[in-house]
């Protein structure tokens, strides 16, 4: 049984790493990269899994859910395992070079540990409250690491984030209370079963409110967004990374998609909630990072705008939209990722990421800006890249359903992506170079290792939509359309 | 060739054949120049990369008969085309991304039409869709319609999205503008365009006026202000936006031989607009600038340049025997036929031919001045000196090849073009030339002497003074007032009451959509920004009111 290793094998290494690191050169580097390998073998390998079994249960010491924790395995779990543990993967190789100019690199592994182990443990687990402890080790481990530069910059950020994002956790931990004393159960499944059997009421009502703003401010939906721009920017490259990548869509798109979806219902109400927190999130978002003139800051507002898409389709809620969701989400981890290491290896060249001191760098860091080029492409639905088909379909998807306004304000924020994607290359790449940069050199290989295997996923997904995502992502959109079967297939393993 | 093994994919027809042919031939010629242009330039194995990437994903996007393989080599093409144009001067990268922003935000309103298409008829195959403007969802199948118009007009540069096209071509590398904004985006806008207007959807009377209104507007507005233009390249890029009025307002028509004349028209426009440009080239890379200010008396230097040049100029102005003269007289002879149809399309298509008529003689206007500036009038400091002689053969022979095309389908019209090429594209045309062939035939003459009329008035006085040349003594004075180069003629124009105004507002980007889209989204930001001014307190009043939104809208029920 693997789902134990996904939580066991970072906690582990950060135990590990804090203990030695200081100690044995580079053993924090080795062992970081090799956990965080072996953990993409075992979320591939879990893919077979899922074909062959479709639903796996892990009963953590052997006690039986609903009395004991269980870990599930679905083919949702497995797609965001993957797409979690592949950009981890490619960013702790990224930070073998970038993470050099601090001190302390052990200590950025052991919180990128604990926070890894957050994520995973949010993903696999099937409890409640299980959940809630993995979302507070994955939220106490990225305050640090956005504070990791300890500037001033960095700690204001970190202050807001810490303070929102526990005011988050606090209303998720009320909502799972009430959940509790309602439903006298912690278990996901059993949560679902025994409130089908009662009517809705109010207490349903006041939760789904709780949890929508607790998920939504950390998958940081706009009016719950205000601490994303501080702290995505302030953390290192690596850490923006994640953050953008992987982070958000976890503990606020990955958590939300649970609980709405398989354990609570989706009323319509809900759907049109959705659809609008997608719709304004995309529009702010991208009206928001067209006037930066920081590099990662525009990332950051960008990622709100994207998460707003993967919103809007999980809400349109048809098969197809979910699909188109879904890949979009794997679609932005994979090129939101790489346009964060892009900015850090800007970063790290040339020491600035403001807009107006940058040009012509196409020339100096050949590598990193084809890496951009693509990256940006993508996220702005240039095709034949992976951003252009998700965003395709979340649109048929959403016409098919009847939504026409929402589709046609999709596309006009499209076009705005474009426009500061296009920018962020004008004014980075192309263009003129100063005088004093003639001589910088491209960045480390591992940096460029990265970043290259990120550009090659971006067109991959796009060329290869049909033969190989198609499955992968079909057996998690059926997940989601499981919906109140989900217990029915959790107790059904178990038996 | 038979590609009926790759149906429902991919399909040939009498359509997409002869602009695949176009393609192929635009694309020989364009890498037979470049050897001569782009020689000792850097990234030339990306530049061939991507101009043969263009080139193949331009003849997959023709023969795609699936809406969705369609946006994707049509999109595609706008990525190439923004790299290509990057290759260019110090400006470029704007200019790249500008084109980048209409073009590729065209290509997003295309994927919403596209999305409605297939809700209304279920299918993405091309040759399956036949979508009629009925009452029963009429606004939908009319935004389906429009988003895919406007990608064309997008593409191929008509008003008004046309604002990318002169900016590149200022900036742009020379074959990048002659292959790309001048031909093959021509090509393929048009083309969509004829596809959407004659097999996807079945056009409305409405429809057809807002086509012709467009061509019509855009012919007239473009080439006024290709008159004022001091730079070779951005006056070429004024009438590669001017030229493609006349296929809108061919396609606009609606009957076989206004279609057939504007289908021809985008066939003879990327011949000798690629031409003209080829030849800007060829000028620009002997005197190092394209400033018309700077040029003159080239035509004893570069003969085979400036034959070219004059071909393709006559040919674009529609004098005959020239292929631009039988394409525009097709499409007048659609506009006259309307006559007969109800009494909006009448109106319409009498102003609309009037407009035509009249761009007509501007564009002659214009190209005379170019002529004049270029290639006549006297010698200037850039047009001197030993290197001022003809480019070598990899430059010249394409526009040469581009020039005699332009005679043979003027000549040959019926016999070669028309019959291989245009008719089995258009089912339906007739025999023509028996209607009113004597009113547009006049109506064409009338045109022309328009045209050498507005040359002559404003050419007047400078062409007498070029006798003070020759006294040698006044050479300061000569220099700085009485320098003959043609620039000025029109300059009157602009100081002209109304048109002053108009033309002032122009060069601030009032007319241009692509600044004002900008102000619109930066004030937009701005505001958004203002409103997020890093105080925390600020932050949690938001996810509280976000909070009490959410407990409205979900209390229970």
Known sequence: MILPFFVIIPLGAAFLISLLGKKLKNFADLLA?????????????????????????????????????????????????????????????????????????????????????GMNGIIVTGDLFNLFVFLEIASIASYALVAFGTE?????????????????????????????????????????????????????????????????????????????????????????????????????????????????????RLVFVLIVLGLVSMVVGAFLAIAQNDIKRMFAYSSISQIGYI?????????????????????????????????????????????????????????????????????????????????????????????????????????????????????????????????????????????????????????LIAPLFKPFLESAVNVLLLANGYKEAVFGALK | MNIDFLYPYFRLDGLSSFVAAAIGLFSVLTIIYSFGFMRNRHGLLAY?????????????????????????????????????????????????????????????????????????????????????????????????????????????????????????????????????????????????????????????????????????????????????????????????????????????????????????????????????FLTAGNVEYRTKTAELDNLGGLSKAMPVTYISCLVASLSISGVPPFNGFVSKWMVYQGLIQNVTESQSLKVTSLVCLVAAMFGSGLTLASFMKLIHAAFLGQRTNASTGKQVSEVSWQMWLPCMILAIICVIFGVFAYQIPLKYFIFPAIPGVGFIGIWYAGLSTLLIIIGLVLGILIFRLKSLKPVLRTDTVFTGAETILLEEENKVTGTEFYNTIKELGILKSIYNKAEAGFFDIYDQAKIVVFGIGKYLQYLHNGILPTYMVWMLLGMIGLFLVLRAH
């Open chain 2, 48 to 276: 061939y990369t991507y101009i043969i990437l263009t080139a193949i994903v331009s003849l997959l996007a023709v023969l795609s008969n699936n809406l969705i393989l369609l946006l994707v080599s049509w999109g595609f093409l706008g990525f190439t085309l923004y790299l290509l144009i990057n290759m260019g001067d110090e400006n470029a990268s704007s200019a790249a991304k500008k084109t980048f922003i209409i073009v590729g935000g065209s290509d997003a309103l295309m994927l919403l039409g596209i999305g409605i298409i297939y809700y209304l008829s279920g299918t993405f195959q091309m040759d399956a869709i036949k979508i009629s403007f009925t009452a029963y969802r009429l606004p939908l199948s009319v935004t389906a319609y429009l988003c895919i118009a406007i990608a064309c007009f997008a593409k191929a540069g008509a008003m008004p999205f046309h604002s990318w096209i002169p900016d590149c071509a200022k900036s742009a590398p020379i074959p990048v503008v002659a292959f790309l904004p001048a031909s093959l985006d021509k090509l393929l806008g048009i083309y969509l365009l004829a596809r959407i207007s004659l097999d996807l959807f079945v056009m409305s009377r409405a429809l057809n006026i807002l086509l012709m209104l467009i061509g019509a507007f855009t012919i007239v507005a473009a080439v006024m202000m290709a008159l004022v233009q001091h730079n070779m390249k951005r006056l070429l890029g004024y009438h590669a936006v001017s030229q493609v009025g006349y296929m809108v307002l061919g396609i606009g028509t609606g009957n076989p031989i206004g279609i057939a004349g504007g289908i021809f028209h985008m066939l003879n426009n990327a011949l000798y607009k690629s031409s003209l």
């Open chain 1, 152 to 268: 001033a910059e960095e700690l204001e950020a970190s202050f807001k984030y810490a303070i929102m994002g526990s005011v988050a956790s606090t209303f998720i931990l009320l909502g799972i209370a009430m959940l509790y004393s309602y439903t006298s159960t912690l278990n996901m499944a059993d949560i679902s079963s025994i409130l089908s059997g009662k009517p809705v009421n109010t207490i349903v009502g006041f939760v789904t409110v709780l949890f929508l703003a607790g998920f939504g401010l950390k998958a940081a939906l706009v009016p719950f967004h205000g601490w994303l721009p501080d702290a995505h920017p302030a953390a290192p490259a690596p850490i923006s990374a994640m953050l953008s990548g992987v982070f958000i869509k976890t503990l606020g798109v990955y958590a939300l998609c649970r609980v709405f979806f398989n354990i609570l219902t989706v009323s319509d």
């Open chain 1, 33 to 117: 990269n090799l956990a965080t390998f072996s953990l993409l073998v075992f979320s591939l390998y879990s893919i077979s899994q899922v074909f062959a079994h479709k639903i796996l249960v892990y009963k953590v010491g052997s006690w039986i859910p609903p009395i004991g924790i269980c870990m599930v395995l679905d083919g949702l779990t497995s797609f965001m395992l993957v797409t979690v543990n592949l950009v981890s993967f490619l960013v702790t190789i990224y930070s073998v070079s970038y993470m050099e100019k601090y001190t302390d690199k052990y200590r950025f592994y052991t919180l990128f540990m604990l926070m890894l182990a």
């Open chain 1, 311 to 463: 919103i809007f389709a999980l809400g349109v809620g048809t098969p197809l939209a979910i699909l188109g969701g879904l890949f979009h989400l794997f679609n932005h981890a994979v090129f939101k990722s790489l346009l964060f290491l892009n900015s850090g290896a800007i970063e790290y060249s040339v020491h600035t990421r403001n807009l107006e001191k940058l040009g012509g760098l196409n020339s100096r860091l050949p590598i990193t800006g084809y890496t951009s080029l693509i990256g940006s492409m993508s996220i702005s639905g240039i095709p034949p890249l992976g951003g252009f088909f998700s965003k395709l379909i979340i649109i048929i998807a959403a016409i098919q359903a009847g939504y026409f306004i929402s589709a046609t304000v999709a596309i006009l924020v499209s076009i705005v992506t474009l426009a500061y994607y296009l920018k962020f290359l004008n004014f980075t790449f192309f263009g003129k170079l100063d005088e004093l940069r003639l001589k910088i050199r491209e960045v480390p290989w591992a940096m460029r290792l990265s970043m290259i295997v990120l550009a090659i996923i971006c067109v991959a997904s796009g060329l």
